[in-house]
């Protein structure tokens, strides 16, 4: 979804991959930008991505009246000054271009160096990750037959609200309403170094595990019956 959103904002500035902001003499301020560039990406758009899952549960799970209306929802992705203040005209341009050129009225620049994206905008960042995953979520499942009971979501993306609501959606019309049981742990981003650092100090933990593969060597050796 970051990744997306990133694309996005590389399209409005028109500078792929941020290139010219990143490509100074100065290393200095090169590694500084990458830093800035990052922040936008990974700090700041990753706080409004959290309530945007948040809105959605509200809104379609709890059918909160309050959050049906998404005509006045906005997150706003505050821009690092130096960030803006390189690609000012180009954000202003892009903006412009999105109104004109393709009748797009859901990006916005606001004050105090935001850049303001409306919900439906918003929900496109997720749709094609989240596509991805349920694809792959399917094979697996496809082929494994009815050997998975329990899903559990690790990771960043796997404490995404909405990320557990469309897999719900999606996987209860294919596989019927109480085949699987879909867990976010609590601290999700932390779910797989924690289980590891536990095995680490106490390997008895952990009850079975399953090895991805069978190791052996084929051998050809000649009958001695003192062996048997």
């Known amino acids: 979804v970051n990744q997306e959103f990133e694309y996005f904002l590389t399209q409005l500035v028109g500078d792929p991959g941020f290139s010219t902001y990143l490509s100074t003499d100065d290393k200095t301020v090169n590694a500084e930008n990458k830093v800035d560039a990052r922040s936008i990406v990974y ?11 948040q809105v959605y549960i509200s809104r379609y799970v709890d059918r909160n009246p309050e959050e049906l209306d998404d005509s006045e929802t906005i997150y706003n992705v505050k821009l690092s000054e130096n960030f803006y203040e390189f690609y000012k005209q180009r954000l202003k341009d892009g903006v412009s271009r999105l109104n004109l050129q393709k009748n797009d009225t859901r990006v916005t620049l606001g004050r105090n160096r935001m850049l303001c994206i409306h919900y439906s905008k918003m929900e496109e960042f997720f749709d094609r990750p989240v596509s991805k995953i349920l694809q792959i979520l399917k094979n697996i499942l496809d082929e494994l037959n009815n050997d998975v009971r329990t899903i559990f979501l690790v990771g960043g993306f796997g404490g995404c609200q909405y990320m557990y609501y469309r897999i719900q959606e999606a996987l209860k019309p294919l596989y019927g309403e ?19 650092f536990q095995y680490r100090k106490n390997p008895e933990i952990i009850r079975s595990r399953v090895a991805e593969a069978t190791y052996g060597t084929e051998t050809m050796t000649q009958f001695n019956q003192k062996n048997t």
């Open 43 to 53: 700090d700041e758009f990753e706080e409004e991505k959290k309530e945007f899952g």
């Open 178 to 196: 109480n085949r699987f049981t879909v867990i976010i742990p609590k601290s999700p981003h932390l779910a797989v170094v924690q289980g590891a």
